[in-house]
């Protein structure tokens, strides 16, 4: 789980972040609520677009770290300091694993009948459970 600090500014009724340590990466929202629910999907959709990309993901730095940051300190004036929680994608990893062979052809039946590949459809599902656990 990663803590990932965000910068949070309010004009004119809107709520927007920014995220120092994705620079360029930022959320717009009518309420706090919003944004925070915003923020994170719109962080764990950055880092996937980067991993699929082959770009370097930067290592997060703790509020601490960025406190001792001139550049930042100037950034968060007048700015609220929020942090969000969240499980950042990583990249994919072959894995080896035993099915049922009737369990697998329903699998790549419901994969191909969604238009996901096997992998896709087996980590969707896996996502699910865990959610729901």
Do not use: C
């Not at 764990?44 to 703790?62: T, Y």
């Amino acid at each position: 789980m990663a803590r990932i600090v965000m910068l949070i500014h309010e004009e004119a009724g809107q709520f927007g972040a920014s995220f120092p340590d994705f620079p360029g990466a930022t959320t717009v929202a009518s309420d706090l609520d919003a944004l925070y629910r915003k923020a994170g999907e719109m962080i764990a959709f950055h880092v996937g677009g980067m991993i699929e990309d082959g770009a370097a993901v930067p290592v997060v730095r703790s509020l601490d770290a960025w406190r001792r940051d001139a550049t930042f300190r100037e950034d968060a004036a007048g700015a609220v300091i929020g942090l969000i929680e969240i499980e950042l994608p990583g990249k994919a990893v072959r894995v080896n694993i035993s099915l049922e062979e009737t369990l697998l052809k329903r699998i790549d039946r419901a994969a191909e009948a969604v238009g996901e590949s096997r992998s896709g459809f087996l980590a969707q599902a896996a996502k699910a459970r865990l959610a729901a656990a």
